[in-house]
């Protein structure tokens, strides 16, 4: 006689407790599923968004700011304007004598490619302001700046002074800005706001 058929009683115990055992085995295991740690949303684990230099305007005036152009925003092809930019952004910035600081960012314009391609023929029309030494006629640092995007992803950029010596300039070549350049940058980005001039003596 086995040790369970001396003792009944035990076969049943143990049979009970074998039943326990696998009910809470089976109970327990949607309650460790459930304590997976929840899936990370994708939002928080994307990069940091990357603005290329084509994206947007410099916050302040990059012709005060900067000596020069930075090398790998100027043409290396002789032109003042690329030939066949893809988009980029123009960008005006406050002249002295008006409310807001001067040389802080006004209003800036996403160019299409169509925009960008229109403003850069223009620039390229303007005729050649050869490197010299000029009696510019007073200015108030009216100054609009483009940056063209290419299609390879970089960009180049060109300033256009608005009054004074009135020209563009990409740090290697300027050209004087003629009647559509001028009305082109008016026609995309406005007028530039008037002076405050004092009404009253001192």
């Not at 990370?40 to 684990?45: G, K, L, M, Q, R």
């Not at 200015?139 to 002074?161: N, P, Q």
């Amino acid at each position: 006689m086995t040790p369970l058929g001396r003792f009944p009683g035990a076969a049943v115990l143990a049979a009970t407790a074998f039943t326990v055992l696998v009910g809470c085995a089976s109970h327990h295991t949607p309650a460790t599923r459930s304590a997976a740690p929840a899936p990370v949303s994708p939002a928080s684990t994307a990069p940091a968004a990357h603005l290329a230099p084509a994206d947007h305007c410099p916050a302040r005036d990059p012709a005060l700011t900067a000596a020069a152009i930075p090398a790998d925003q100027r043409a290396t092809d002789g032109q003042l304007a690329p030939p066949n930019p893809v988009g980029g952004v123009l960008c005006r910035y406050v002249p002295l004598n008006r409310p807001r600081p001067a040389g802080t960012l006004a209003q800036s314009l996403p160019l299409t490619a169509g925009q960008a391609a229109t403003l850069a023929a223009l620039t390229n029309a303007g005729d050649l302001a050869p490197k010299a030494t000029y009696a510019c006629p007073s200015s108030e640092g009216m100054e609009d700046v483009a940056i063209f995007r290419l299609a390879d992803g970089t960009a180049r950029r060109v300033d256009y002074a608005m009054d004074g010596c009135s020209w563009a300039s990409n740090g290697s070549v300027q050209r004087w800005i003629g009647d559509g350049l001028r009305r082109e940058l008016v026609e995309l980005i406005g007028n530039p706001a008037p002076p405050t001039y004092p009404t009253t003596p001192g």
